[in-house]
Structures are given as structure tokens and as C-alpha cells.
């Protein structure tokens, strides 16, 4: 069993800059690929980023190219998500998540974190 927890989540204005934390615990080896969602309120889990294992291949939703960063450091078992330029639509609870492949799609992620508040205010 894997547990993931998310950190670093706050209200901000639009514009500023977060940077979020995904440290997982548990059975972790091999250390998968890890990948960040969000969820609004009433709407659908939303593919943001992705990192595969070696860090050597990242994936980006369109909506979040050029503003966030995915990047991992294995030996702190971490996964973090740099978001610069926030805007009000990235307002959401940011959620990791844990795969075996490279997918964007929610079903492929076998273990999920509680997520992290993030609101931006314009």
C-alpha cells in the first residue's frame, strides 16, 4: 500500500505563485510514475501533470503549459508541482496520484492523496 500526502496548498491572487508537495510513504518501491489532478467543485477529476520514474518524460494538460512544472526527487520519495501565473480558473483541490503507465486518465492511477486546497482570488 502506497499513502501519498499533499502539501502547500493556500489562497492566492491571481497572478502569484505555488509550489506544491506529493510525499509518499508505504510500499513505494519501485517508485512509479506520479501524476497531479484537480478537481473543482461538481466537476470532473482533471489531468494537470505528469513525471514518469527517471524524471525523463513529463506530460502538461494544455490549460497549464508554460505555467506549472512537474519535478520529482526520488530519495524524498517527492513530487512537486511549481505553479507560476495563477488564475482564477486553476482554483481547485489538487490531488497526486500513483501509475503504472503514463496515462492522463484517472482510472489508471492506483492510489490517490486527500489532495490540497488551492484558491485563487482575482
Known amino acids: 500500500q502506497v499513502r501519498l500526502v499533499e502539501s502547500g496548498g493556500e489562497m492566492v491572487q491571481a497572478g502569484d505563485s505555488l509550489r506544491l508537495s506529493c510525499v509518499a510513504s508505504?510500499?513505494?518501491?519501485?517508485?512509479?510514475?506520479v501524476g497531479w489532478f484537480r478537481q473543482a467543485p461538481g466537476k470532473a477529476r482533471e489531468f494537470v501533470a505528469l513525471?514518469?520514474?527517471?524524471?525523463?518524460?513529463?506530460v502538461y494538460a494544455d490549460t497549464v503549459k508554460g505555467r506549472f512544472t512537474i519535478s520529482r526527487d526520488n530519495a524524498k520519495k517527492a513530487v512537486y508541482l511549481q505553479m507560476n501565473n495563477l488564475q482564477p480558473e486553476d482554483t481547485a483541490l489538487y490531488l497526486c496520484?500513483?501509475?503504472?503507465?503514463?496515462?492522463?486518465?484517472?482510472?489508471?492511477?492506483?492510489?490517490w492523496g486527500r489532495g490540497t486546497q488551492v484558491t485563487v482570488s482575482s
Open positions: 496520484g500513483v501509475t503504472s503507465i503514463m496515462s492522463r486518465l484517472p482510472r489508471h492511477y492506483n492510489w
Open positions: 508505504g510500499r513505494t518501491d519501485p517508485w512509479p510514475n
Open positions: 513525471v514518469n520514474w527517471g524524471a525523463t518524460t513529463t
